[in-house]
Structure formats: structure tokens, C-alpha cells
């Protein structure tokens, strides 16, 4: 099928890279003329391990970019909204990229006489796919919804880190359609994938998205509170985890307490879900719960650090790992900002590295007499009088730690890395 994909980030690029490498012919567009020139000469505007591979092979055959929206809507049968839905200030969400990318839609399908189908994967509250994009669409093309053009929701399930395994192996795809024609389309785009498909109304899509990270969310802020709680009980909350995690029912993943969740998703989908369910006279209650304990997590990294080493003034603290989770260099949301900020307030100096975020976090965090950029992992411990240990890069396990006090926030070091660290102290551990 012909496919165009609006947007070209961690999902936009994956999606189109993804349905090339099926043999689709794949056009993805961006605002971002620096995306569009790295993907037309194979680069991957974000780090995702497999992704430079991926494009060496389909570009320029199956996949290209552009800035051209109308060009790339108007020659594609299928298009793919793939940008950002960030958190407004009042943590409700943001749709103005979409309303954009919408209406670029639109402006495109106004001459266009065949049936379009536009799939919506960028995760939006529910509702918004109808009442905003598809409306937008109709505004600026002149059409109407479910006649002229079909509008869906796949909800994008993908890891960061993990994300081209996801995408061609799925544990499932969740289709939202609310017509017959719009349906068939999509059951022929996705007969490629051979995981379970659940087909819904649009509504349920977007709401499946949202209810799935505030689950996973709610597990981790559950496993926080306890490992908070365990910790001064003197038990291994690790342990409490693989035991629960037996149980079928509960499952082992996502009862890994540490420092809290960040990331471009949970805090952001999690806050709008809250928004969302307030708007409509709703009080979510478990899910503010779920946000406090998170919030609160980063602090504690700090508070050890302060305990074991009395003033952390004029001291100097590595901060390792900036990302939010290993495999990515996404900074966006991630406890490293928080505990950066926290430090900062205690007149301590910071020496951070990780091995993809620097670069994005030296946009937010720019090098400065209080805060320098290691070059590698050991620099920043050697120069270091504690580390702060906030993302669980498997490559800090094998560093000299030597008599260093070291705060893991992520269960970094397993337990045979441990013995070798003099003064080692986890943060629910
Ligand atoms: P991103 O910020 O990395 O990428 C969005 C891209 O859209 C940017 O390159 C931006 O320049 C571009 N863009 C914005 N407006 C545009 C327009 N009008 N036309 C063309 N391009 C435009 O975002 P992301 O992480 O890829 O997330 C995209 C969506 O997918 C979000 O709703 C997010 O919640 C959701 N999602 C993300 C992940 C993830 O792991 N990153 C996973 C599942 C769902």
C-alpha cells in the first residue's frame, strides 16, 4: 500500500521504517527539515538500536521524507499521525500538534477523489480522534468523515529501546474503526501480523491506550510505595517482586521499584487521563495516589546521598544514567531531571554521563561551572565523591566502584556487582 506517516520521532519513525521494510511504499513527513534530511540520507533522527540497519535497507527504495505534507497525503492511500501529544501546564493534554497535522491533512484531501484512510497513533484522550482530528480534516478538505475518508485509531504500544522487535512482533494490535470500508482497509494493512487483533469502536481504542500505561504506571508506584516501606523492615523488595511475580495472575513485570517512572508516556498519559476524568466530574483517586508516590521517588536518591555524606555542598555527585530507561537517549520525563534540579538546590557540583541522553539532556541541562559532562561512565565516578545510579545501563555494572558511596535508584548493580561496591546502598533496598 502507499502510506504516508506524519511525524518522524521515536514512533513516527519506527512506523514508517517498519511498514517499508513489509514492502510498503512509505513517505514520512515532518515539520523538522534536520529529521528530514537524516532520514533521507539513512540517519535515524532518534537512537533505536536496529533502526540504522533498518533505514540503510529501505531508503530510498521503499521509504523517503519531506516537508511536503499535501504532496505525501495526496499520493498515499493510508496516513499515519504520528506527532507529539505533550502535557499543557495544567497537565491536561496538548493537542496542538495535532490539530496541525490535521489540518495539513485536510488541505491535502481536498482534491482528492479516492477514499483516504487516516490512522490516528499518536495517543490522544478519548474522543479526540473524532472530535478533533476528524473534524479538523472535514474543515480543510471539505469532506466528511466515514464517506469521503476513514478515520481510525491504533493505539502504539512500542518500548523505547525495544521498539523495532515491537513493531514487528506485537503482542497485539488494537484497531478502533466506526466504518465498514475503513475496517477492511485496515484488516488488509495489518494481515502481515499474525499476533491477536482486537477491532473496537474509536473511542475504546484511545481509551485502551490510556488504561493500559496507568496500569502499568500504578504497578510501579505500587511497588515503590512497598519497596519504600520494605526497605525499613529489612527486606529485599526484589525478592517480595519474583515471589509475586509467580503468581500468574500479577506477573513479575513492572514490580521493579527504584526512583520512579519518567519517559515520554506514563507521567505524561497519566496526567491526562487524571485531567480527563476531573473535566467530566470523575476523582481519580488511585491515579493521583500513583502520581504522588511517583513524585516523590526522585527526592529520596538526593536524601540518601545527604545522609551518608552529611552537606552535599561543594561536594561532587556523578550523576549516571540521564535517560529514562537503557536503549533509548530519550531524557524526556526521566528521574534524572528531578534529582539534576534537587542537587543543584543543595549547592552540590554534578558530573553526569550516560552512554545515548547526553546530548538531550545538555539541551535542558547546559554545561556549566556546577554541572560537567563525563566523557565516560568511570570519569564521572572517578571525579566523583557519590554516584547516583538512575538509569540501569547493563554497562554499570562492570565499572570500579571502589570505596565510592553509591546510591542505585534503578537496581543497577545486581547482587554479584554489589559485593565488589565497599559502600553501596539501594534506594528501596
Ligand atoms: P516525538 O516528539 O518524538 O515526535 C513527534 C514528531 O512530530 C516530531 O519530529 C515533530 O517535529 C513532528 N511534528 C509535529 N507536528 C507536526 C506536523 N504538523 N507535521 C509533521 N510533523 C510534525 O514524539 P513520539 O515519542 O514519537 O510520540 C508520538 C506520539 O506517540 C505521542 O502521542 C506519544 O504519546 C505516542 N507514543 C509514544 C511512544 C514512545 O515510546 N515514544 C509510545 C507509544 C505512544
Not at 527539515?33 to 532518534?46: A, E, H, Y
Not at 500513583?290 to 536518591?301: C, D, G, I, L
Request: with cysteine.
Amino acid at each position: 500500500m502507499k502510506i504516508s506517516v506524519i511525524g518522524t520521532g521515536y514512533v513516527g519513525a519506527i512506523t514508517a521504517a517498519g511498514f517499508a521494510k513489509l514492502g510498503h511504499d512509505v513517505v514520512c513527513v515532518d515539520v523538522d527539515q534536520r529529521k528530514v534530511d537524516l532520514i533521507n540520507s539513512k540517519t535515524p533522527p532518534i537512537f533505536e538500536e536496529g533502526l540504522p540497519e533498518l533505514l540503510a535497507e529501505v531508503v530510498p527504495s521503499k521509504l523517503s521524507a519531506t516537508l511536503d505534507i499535501a504532496k505525501a497525503v495526496r499520493e498515499s492511500e493510508v496516513t499515519f499521525i504520528c506527532v507529539g501529544t505533550p502535557s499543557a501546564k495544567d497537565g491536561s493534554i496538548d493537542l496542538s500538534y495535532i490539530r496541525s497535522a490535521s489540518a495539513g491533512i485536510g488541505a491535502a484531501l481536498k482534491g482528492k477523489t479516492d477514499f483516504h484512510v487516516v490512522i490516528m497513533k499518536s495517543t490522544v484522550v478519548p474522543g479526540t480522534s473524532d472530535t478533533v482530528a476528524a473534524v479538523e480534516i472535514a474543515k480543510a478538505s471539505g469532506k466528511t468523515a466515514g464517506k469521503d475518508f476513514g478515520m481510525a485509531m491504533v493505539p502504539e504500544f512500542l518500548r523505547e529501546g525495544k521498539a523495532i522487535e515491537d513493531f514487528f512482533e506485537p503482542d497485539r494490535i488494537v484497531v478502533g474503526t466506526s466504518d465498514e470500508k475503513t475496517r477492511q482497509v485496515l484488516e488488509k494493512l495489518f494481515s502481515q501480523f499474525s499476533c491477536a487483533k482486537l477491532y473496537v469502536d474509536v473511542k475504546t481504542a484511545e481509551m485502551i491506550k490510556y488504561a493500559s500505561n496507568s496500569f502499568l504506571a500504578t504497578k510501579i508506584s505500587f511497588i515503590n510505595e512497598l519497596g519504600n516501606f520494605c526497605k525499613t523492615q529489612g527486606i529485599d523488595t526484589y525478592n517480595v517482586a519474583d515471589g509475586m511475580g509467580l503468581d500468574t495472575r500479577i506477573g513479575r513485570k513492572f514490580l521493579n521499584s527504584g526512583c520512579g517512572f519518567g519517559g515520554s508516556c506514563f507521567p505524561k498519559d497519566v496526567s491526562a487521563l487524571q485531567s480527563l476524568m476531573k473535566s467530566k466530574g470523575f476523582a481519580p483517586m488511585l491515579l493521583d495516589a500513583v502520581m504522588e508516590v511517583n513524585a516523590r521517588q526522585p527526592a529520596k536518591m538526593v536524601a540518601i546521598a545527604q545522609k551518608r555524606t552529611g552537606s552535599l555542598s561543594g561536594k561532587t555527585v556523578g550523576l549516571l544514567g540521564l535517560a529514562f530507561k537503557p536503549g533509548t537517549d530519550d531524557i524526556r520525563d526521566s528521574p534524572a531531571i528531578p534529582i539534576a534540579e534537587a542537587l543543584q538546590k543543595t549547592g552540590a557540583k554534578i558530573v553526569a554521563y550516560d552512554p545515548e541522553g547526553m546530548e538531550n539532556f545538555k539541551r535542558k541541562f547546559p554545561a556549566s561551572g556546577g554541572l560537567e559532562y563525563a566523557k565516560t561512565a568511570q570519569e564521572a565516578i572517578d571525579k566523583s565523591d557519590v554516584i547516583l545510579l538512575v538509569t540501569d545501563w547493563p554497562q554499570f555494572n562492570t565499572l570500579n566502584y571502589g570505596s565510592k558511596n553509591v546510591i542505585d535508584g534503578k537496581n543497577c548493580l545486581d547482587y554479584a556487582s554489589r559485593k565488589k561496591v565497599k559502600n553501596y546502598e539501594g534506594i528501596c533496598w
